[in-house]
């Protein structure tokens, strides 16, 4: 008899994201967001992730910001190495991942901010549970800072 484990991840995403379309380098990117945003993302080191299909280590930039209210903000390049670092959205260049995000805090006006910085070309708000290479996303809670 076989035994069959599945993993929802879903419950585990309990973070909100946000796409950025963006050509800058990402020291420059998370420049213009710590000016806008009034916080201040510091590089960390690379995420270190096997790429299954091609059986090598992809390595993707990674910027993070702990505030005083547990607010986590990270900034993550989805293109490394040796691909993508979520599949399905190839076409974006980074992603803002925030945890704990405050009460008085609004995903929208984070998504209207971000517009407004001249090197960014678009900002999506994304629905993490819709893409299936999301579980990417918890090696960010393996991570200590």
Known sequence: MKKILEFDYDDHLDFSLIGIYCAHKDFRL???????????LSRADDLEMKKEKRGSLSYYSLFNYHNGDNEQYFVIANKGTNGTF???????????????????????????????????????ILDATEYKSAENFLIIDEIKF
Do not use: R
């Open 86 to 124: 979520i599949n399905e959205l190839k076409h974006v260049d980074y992603f803002m991942l925030i945890k704990n995000l405050a009460p008085f805090n609004s995903l929208t006006t984070i998504a209207q901010l971000l517009k407004e910085i001249s090197i960014i070309t678009g900002v999506a």
């Open 30 to 40: 998370c420049f213009e967001i710590n000016k806008t945003l009034e916080i201040n």
